[in-house]
């Protein structure tokens, strides 16, 4: 076997991947199809669950200076902001950040873990078969050669081969409208005019390096196919249409065309295939949420698949990569429906005083702040919890691990985000309700498993939301395991023993 796990896309999805991967020390090789990477950025917001992943490896540092930091971001292109600085995280904020600057960063850190990157390498077909699977690629040269690996992964777009070549279906809805959007190095408009293409449902956006991106769906070409180029003049005579302006567009870096295309994987696996990012679902680009969505595809796969391929893998978990993962998608995909819908009926002649009408309505409820919260919990993923198949599971499992702060046995302050750098399970003690008996399990004979890191919690981190938990298992993707709230030691040791053995496949703390 060549590899254990071939990655197929050097998309934020496949790069994040080969990350995780490597972390966990299995042997990673990424093949990308284009030659070099692109320059033009689709996405341009890291949300704020995503940031917390990223925190979680230690690799905010080299994003943050990067980007720019935004309060929040936006659902249904509505004037009132989803307000991510009430949010109940470290880093309640978009980092808007260019998709090819975040590639940059996620290929440097992955190659710096010793990933193998093979970019002018196209995948073709792949055969799984018991030990492992067969990919047929072409390389730059145009020669064709086979690579093997224990697990392949397809991280490599909403056209996916690998999807194809593992018969997964992918079941959902066909475009039926086009949005355009042009990277501009001149855009030459008075503020007046700007003020009335935003008025006007056009997204006026500054990049870097002085560019400005104007995006719009135009009422007479919104059925236009995606494939279709978008020339200058077209986007001109739009805006013209539109706004009453063409906005001195001038010197076009990137014109493009998206479409509404919906769709879900049937499954996320199939045997030693998988699935993860665009590869497993695709939508309207609304509230900026398919990058993000398909980074956090690849921080739950990836201790998974590095577990199944190091040997501790529990039996059924890397099966739960899709029970997880394959609902959020879902969501997803219905959350970003509902917003082009309200756009749609805007943009349709019948509905246009009904719709308006529903979009100043939803306009004043998002300055409701439950409500605004409510969907910048979901937009953010902060609120992306797993489901326990355990009925009398703690109120908090499955539910993201607030990053609160810690002190590691050898008594030195920390976060939970900070000793989840190795990506290891992390146990929690709250002291304070234990009465010295944290200390004693600690001290138990015999190996501990190496992806367990244990602390106690500081006096100060006791919280509400933590509903009473004397103790917390953390996942390497910042989930939670188990709690338990019971403060009789025997009980506790009785059920981490069991939660210990179902997940990181040891019985010992
Ligand atoms: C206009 C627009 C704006 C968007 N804005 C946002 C945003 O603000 N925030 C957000 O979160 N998301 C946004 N998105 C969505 C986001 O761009 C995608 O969800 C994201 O790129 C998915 O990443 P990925 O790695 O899964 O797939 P991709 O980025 O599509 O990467 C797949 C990679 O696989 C390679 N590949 C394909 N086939 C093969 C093969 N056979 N062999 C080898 N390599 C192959 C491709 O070359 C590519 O590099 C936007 C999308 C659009 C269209």
């Not at 998709?99 to 792949?126: P, S, Y």
């Not at 004979?445 to 500081?458: C, D, I, Y």
């Amino acid at each position: 076997m060549e590899r254990d796990v071939i990655v197929v896309g050097a998309g934020p999805t496949g790069l994040l991947l080969g990350c995780e991967l490597a972390l966990a020390g299995t042997r990673v090789r990424i093949v990308e199809r284009r030659a070099e990477a692109t320059r033009n950025s689709r996405a341009l917001t890291l949300h704020p669950r995503s940031l917390e992943l990223l925190d979680m490896r230690g690799l905010l540092p080299r994003f943050l200076p990067s980007g720019r930091t935004l309060p929040g971001w936006h659902f249904a292109n509505l004037p009132t902001r989803l307000d991510f600085s009430a949010l109940d995280s470290r880093h309640g904020y978009t980092l808007f950040l260019a998709q090819a600057r975040t590639e940059a960063l996620l290929e440097e850190r992955a190659r710096e873990l010793g990933v193998r990157i093979d970019r002018g390498h196209e995948v073709l077909a792949l055969a799984q078969d018991d030990t492992g699977v067969s990919v047929d690629l072409r390389d730059g040269d145009g020669r064709a050669t086979t690579s093997r690996a224990r697990y392949v992964v397809g991280c490599d777009g909403g056209r996916s081969t690998v999807r194809q070549a593992a018969g997964i279906g992918f079941p959902g809805t066909d475009e039926t409208l086009t949005g355009v959007l042009g990277d501009f190095a001149t855009v030459d408009a008075s503020p007046e005019a700007l003020e009335a293409a935003r008025a006007n449902g056009v997204m006026v956006v500054p990049l870097e390096a002085g560019l400005t991106r104007l995006v719009y769906i135009d009422p007479q070409r919104m059925r236009a196919p995606a494939d279709e180029p978008v020339t200058l003049e077209e986007f001109r005579g739009a805006l013209t249409r539109i706004c009453g302006d063409d906005c001195g567009i001038a010197e076009p870096r990137w014109l493009s065309r998206f479409g509404n295309a919906t769709r879900l994987a049937e499954r996320y696996r199939s045997g030693r295939v998988l699935v993860a990012g665009d590869a497993a679902h695709i939508h309207f680009p609304a509230g900026g949420q398919g990058l993000n969505t398909g980074l956090q595809d690849a921080m739950n796969l990836g201790w998974k698949l590095a577990a199944a391929i190091n040997g501790w893998a529990p039996a059924d978990l890397l099966d739960s990569y899709e029970e997880e993962r394959r609902p959020v998608g879902r969501a997803v995909t219905e959350n970003t429906a509902v917003q082009l819908l309200l756009t749609e009926l805007t943009l349709t002649p019948r509905y246009e005083r009904p719709a308006t009408a529903l979009r100043t309505l939803l306009d004043e409820l998002l300055g409701i702040q439950d409500v605004n919260r409510l969907l910048a919990d979901r937009v953010s993923a902060l609120s992306t919890a797993y489901t326990s198949p355990r009925p009398d599971a703690h109120p908090l499992t499955g539910r993201r691990m607030p990053d609160i702060e810690l002190n590691t046995a050898d008594s030195k302050n920390t976060r939970v985000h900070e000793l989840l750098s190795p990506a290891h399970f992390v146990l929690i003690d709250f002291a304070e309700h234990d009465g010295g008996q944290a200390q004693s399990t600690r001290n138990e004979e015999g190996p501990r498993p190496p992806h367990l890191t244990t602390a106690t919690a500081s006096p100060n981190a006791t919280r509400d939301d933590l509903h009473g938990a004397t103790e917390i298992l953390v996942r390497p993707d910042g989930h939670i395991a188990w709690a338990t709230r019971t403060t009789d030691a025997a009980t506790r040791r009785a059920e981490r023993t069991e939660a210990l053995t179902a997940w990181t496949g040891s019985p010992r703390p």
